[in-house]
């Protein structure tokens, strides 16, 4: 098993700044990447970043590429820096590890993810 929280999430005012933290702990030798989702009120959940834990590679979403960045240390915690937010960005956001190589890369959809944080809520006020 593994087992990640979330940390860094609040309120900000649109063009602030936050940054989250995913700690990941366990088993995490059998997984190769950490993303981040999130849920908004009313929405389905949806992919934000990505990165390989392996090669640090990364792959964004459109909606946030340029102003979001997805980080990793040596063990394998995850940090998403997140800058220009805007109110559009308030959701609940969620790590997941990903343990499945053969679904290809990158892990864009949930089911992609095996294992799940308890969520951080990010607020944006305009």
């Known amino acids: 098993q593994v087992q990640l929280v979330e940390s860094g999430g609040g309120l900000v005012q649109a063009g602030g700044s936050l940054r989250l933290s995913c700690a990941a702990s366990g088993r995490t030798y059998s997984t190769y990447a950490l993303g981040w989702f999130r849920q908004a009120p009313g929405k389905e959940r949806e992919f934000v970043a990505v990165i390989d834990w392996r090669s640090s590679s990364t792959y964004y979403a459109d909606s946030v590429k340029g102003r979001f960045t997805i980080s990793r240390d040596n063990a394998k915690n995850t940090d998403l820096q997140m800058n220009s937010l805007k109110p559009e960005d308030t959701a609940v956001y969620y790590c997941?590890?990903?343990?499945?190589?053969?679904?290809?890369?990158?892990?864009?959809?949930?089911?992609?993810?095996?294992?799940w944080g308890q969520g951080t809520q990010v607020t944006v006020s305009s």
């Open positions: 997941a590890a990903a343990d499945d190589l053969s679904r290809g890369w990158p892990p864009r959809s949930g089911f992609d993810y095996t294992y």
